[in-house]
């Protein structure tokens, strides 16, 4: 590993708030390293935007998973995907048909067009 490759892991650990063993490394670096330097500033900005933003909830996927178990019912969509998942923008990565496909695979069904899942 690279001094700057170190040096940007210490940084990243450290803006994670781990324990940061390799203060005096990573200040020194920072001194005589522009571009490390560079991506550390960075990095506490980007740090700094996403603590200022309102936390998103997480979705309760086992609750929808259990009652569509449960009731024996097919979901349209896979249970996990949400309704702008990318399964849904590029196709189904699974059969390899394009968005839009009308076999009925975007639909949770089995390919028709001939695809081969993987």
Sequence with gaps: M????RCREAVSASLDGEDRP?????????????????????????REVFRCQEPVP????????????????RASRPCCAGTGAVLYVV??????????CACGCQDGGRCRCGHEVA
């Design 2 to 5: 690279s001094c700057c490759e």
């Design 22 to 46: 390799q203060d005096s490394f990573v200040l020194d670096h920072l001194r005589r390293c522009p571009d490390c330097r560079v991506v550390a500033d960075r990095l506490t900005q980007l």
């Design 58 to 73: 997480g979705v309760d996927l086992l609750a929808g998973l259990l009652v569509a178990r449960a009731g024996g019912e």
């Design 91 to 100: 196709g189904n990565a699974a059969c390899g048909c394009v968005r839009g």
